[in-house]
């Protein structure tokens, strides 16, 4: 019953460091997204993927890139990590059919000193 | 584009008792989703509820109901018998029932700031 894996769970890093955030679903879903989780703020869309070879922007794209590797796995890249990119960032999946939840992965809590 | 608010920033209920959560939201498509998303201190995101627009029938789920009014745009859960196993961030969340053109389907989900739930026992 994996569902949604994101790796790492956590991660400090230094200002203008980069990272590769990696998520992985097993559920045969094609879409994906990346989220941040900011407090007071709730959830912001960072990116989705409609489908395996297609990226979009979301709420709050700036400085980060993702990449639909395969149908499985979407990964979130930060260039060059500034101290406003501290937060818990969720992945999530979610099937084709209209009634269907996104499923969310346990998240990683990034820390950029 | 859509919002959706959640006014109450934080609630606190006795155990047993029942607590009401309140969600409006904007728009102005007329077929979509709504859901109820409860994060305990383990950080999970997990599903309580969820209710198709086009449902006039409120849902439920053993002890989480929602009351879904349309006109007003509010979607309120209420969580009878509370449990100290409630006490979590929920987030209210809105998604569209429309199909993207790039050939796949795209659900995004726009979330409220969520309310902190505390249960006293």
């Known amino acids: 019953n994996a569902g949604v894996t994101q790796t790492p769970k956590f991660q400090v890093l230094k200002t203008g460091q980069s990272m590769t955030l990696q998520c992985a679903q097993d559920?045969?879903?094609?879409?994906m997204y990346w989220y941040r989780q900011d407090p007071g703020m709730g959830l912001r869309l960072i990116y989705y993927?409609?489908?395996?070879?297609?990226?979009d922007k979301g709420e709050v794209p700036n400085g980060y890139n993702v990449s639909r590797l395969n149908k499985r796995e979407f990964s979130l890249r930060l260039e060059s990590a500034a101290p406003s990119q501290t937060s818990v960032y969720f992945c999530?999946?979610?099937?084709?059919?209209?009634?269907?939840?996104?499923?969310f992965g346990d998240g990683t809590r990034l820390s950029i000193l | 584009a859509q919002t959706v608010t959640q006014s109450q920033p934080e609630m606190s209920v006795q155990e047993a008792e029942t607590v009401t959560l309140s969600c409006t939201y904007d728009?102005?498509?007329?077929?979509?989703?709504l859901f109820w998303y409860k994060q305990p201190p383990s950080r999970q995101m997990i599903l309580v509820i969820r209710?198709?627009?086009?449902?006039?029938q409120n849902a439920t789920e053993n002890r989480f109901s929602v009351n879904f009014q349309k006109a007003a745009k509010s979607f309120s859960l209420k969580i009878s018998d509370s449990q100290l196993g409630d006490a979590a961030m929920y987030f209210c969340?809105?998604?569209?029932?429309?199909?993207?053109?790039?050939?796949?389907?795209?659900?995004?989900?726009?979330f409220g700031k969520g309310t902190l739930l505390t249960v006293n026992p």
């Open positions: 999530a999946s979610s099937g084709d059919r209209d009634n269907q939840p996104q499923h």
């Open positions: 559920m045969n879903h094609n879409s």
């Open positions: 993927s409609a489908s395996e070879g297609t990226t």
């Open positions: 728009t102005s498509e007329s077929d979509y989703y």
């Open positions: 209710q198709e627009a086009y449902k006039q």
């Open positions: 969340a809105y998604r569209s029932a429309k199909w993207r053109n790039s050939g796949g389907s795209n659900y995004k989900l726009t």
